[in-house]
């Protein structure tokens, strides 16, 4: 089944990147949200809209994205994973255990 919202004039990984800032661009939680006792998402993390129409996260543990921000980034090249973009302990404090 194609997409509906599909552009004809994108190469399919541009449709791909354009289908993720949708999802991942409107919303950013305002707060660490725990889904299923698991730390899903820290404050300023993009949230998928999906989990905010579903319910599975509330409209009050998000903010919307301003539309002149950029919103996500999705990357178009290997993500570099080292050390500086590793979450610290300290990063945590606010977390009720």
Known sequence: MSDPTAN???SPEQELAERQRREYG????TQPIRIGGALAFTKGDPVPVSHVERGVVTEEQVEL????EPGVAVASEPVDHTSAGTPQAD?????EV
């Open 8 to 10: 004809a004039d994108l």
């Open 26 to 29: 409107r919303y950013r939680a």
């Open 65 to 68: 994205v301003p539309e002149d």
């Open 91 to 95: 990063d945590y404090d606010d977390l």
